[in-house]
Each structure stands twice: as C-alpha cells, then as structure tokens.
C-alpha cells in the first residue's frame, strides 16, 4: 500500500499524536452496546513470502486463507476493489474459514473509479449479489470514491449511499483533501449525513497524510486502517497511542472495532498487529488470541 508514503528519513519529524476526539463521538458512543467485538487482521493473505513466518513451511497457496484464517477472524478485502470474482469463488473461500470469520470487501474499481458512483445500477446489482454469497461471514463492505471526488460530489456520494440496503452495513474511506479542509476536522454535512444513515467512517492513518486521522465517529463502531513503515520505532508509538484511544472509546460505549494492518512492504504486517493485540490485551482487558510468527526476530 503506497498512500501516505514518504521518505523513511523523514518519519521522524512528524507529530503522530492522534487529534482529540471531537465532542460528537461521545453521543455517538454512548448508543453502543459496549463489550467492544473485534475484528483484526491484515488487508491481504496472498503472501508467498509468509510461508514460513505466519504459514507452516510447504504450504500451498490455495490453502493460505485456511491458515491465515487460523491466526485472525477477519480480512480487509481489499481484492475485491480490483476484480469482482464469482459466487462460486466466494463459496470456496467461505468454506475455508471457521464460522466466526468475516470478509470486509471493497467496492470495485468499476463502481467507484470507473462510473464514479452514477449510473453504476448494474454494477452495483452484480458486486451485491456476489456479496451476499459470503452469507454470514460478510463483514461491513466499505466504500473508497475515486481521490478526486470532492466536496462537490457530496451529493453524489450521499445518493449512492442512501441507495444501498440497510441490511448491510457499510463504512466510507475519504482521500481528497477537501473533506478534511473544514475547521472541524471532517466536512459536518457529511458528517450529518453518516450519523443520520448509520453508516460509519474509515479513519486511515498514514504518515503522509496526517488530514485522514480525523477521528470521528458517526456510529459506535470505528474502522482503522493502519499504514505502518517496515516495522520503524514510530510503528510501535504510533500503535500505542491506538491502544490508549481504543480503550477511551471502549470506556464511552465502542460497540465493534476494526482494525486493518498495512504496510507498505506486506512483509512486516504480522509482526505489527501482534504487537498492536499484545498491547490491547495488556491494556484494554481483552483476551484477542495471538498470531503465531514462526522465526520471529526482536521487534525492536
């Protein structure tokens, strides 16, 4: 993953400290149920260069989601974006995971980027059928519009939004600048719009783009996608800091938590979201299962 990628010499001239919540997120919080359920896991399991690190040695590659879905309960499918697949596809996937799993999939490049969400019907129907063949191990999908869709394609965006079953929940990802630009961190009509509907927002936190950890919630659930860095001394600062926030929010009310590991070199991701469940599990109460790293070095 490439967004907010910068030169690894500047890291360390960046504030990572996370923005205050804004007042919102406590009335919005206050509606979940607590208990906090968490879903953690990596945005991908096709990893030849996880065989013998997360997969036993000699593993074959169609059986890497059996395994890794031994170590987390959820992926961010981010495969989708690129390639609708088939029914029967997403059947054999189903039927390589325990019942607790879920897939998080990602609207496709045809909807979003292609048809930048108008006149997408047909699209849409095809990817939503699809979808549902994951059954009850379909997890929110969520929705990237196209980097260049500003805040004049509000309208546009609350359409395709309003447009979509209830029944299937669904979190939005925002990557041009203008919706952050607001002096309230996040553009409040949008804002509105989400809370009203129940549709939650991505917070992404890279290092080059600091606008993207807004931290609003529009409903009791948060859905983080966390860049790091090859595993640099910031990664684990950074983590801690999500840590200390998390349990704020599981303290106020936080109903479900997603939390998606990135790298920009896919390598490292296992070592970073052991350390971020070790952390919960030593601060938070939790009792998240760990992932086992086979061979593994010092983190530090």
Known sequence: MDFGKIEEKELNQIDFKLPPDPPEN???LKKGKGKTKFYIGCAKWGRKDWIGKLY???????????YYA????????????YNIHSREQVEKWVAAVPKNFIFCPKFTQSITHLRRLKNAKNEVDAFLDVVSAFGNHLGPIFLMPHP?????????????????????????????QEWYSDKH??????????????????ITDSAG?????HMHLSIPECFIRFVGNGLHPTDYTRIDGWVRRIKKWMDEGLQTCYF?????????????????????????GTKIPLPVIQNEGSLF
């Not at 036993?56 to 989601?65: A, C, I, M």
């Not at 031994?70 to 974006?81: L, M, V």
């Not at 546009?156 to 447009?163: A, H, V």
């Not at 961190?185 to 991505?202: A, C, H, M, Q, V």
């Open 26 to 28: 406590k009335e919005v």
């Open 56 to 66: 036993p040695k000699g593993t074959k590659e169609k059986d890497f989601l059996h």
């Open 70 to 81: 031994t170590q987390f309960n959820s992926i961010e499918f981010n495969g989708f974006f």
């Open 148 to 176: 260049q869709m500003g805040v004049k394609h509000l309208a546009t965006i609350e359409e395709f939004i309003g447009d979509m079953p209830k029944d299937i929940g669904m979190f939005l990802e925002l990557r041009h």
């Open 185 to 202: 961190g996040y553009n409040p009509e949008l804002y509105s719009f989400l809370r009203t509907n129940k549709r939650g927002t991505i």
């Open 209 to 213: 783009r600091r606008d993207c950890v």
């Open 260 to 284: 998606f590991m990135h790298q920009h070199e896919e390598l490292h991701s296992p070592e970073l979201i052991k350390y971020f469940i070790e952390q919960m599990n030593a601060h938070c």
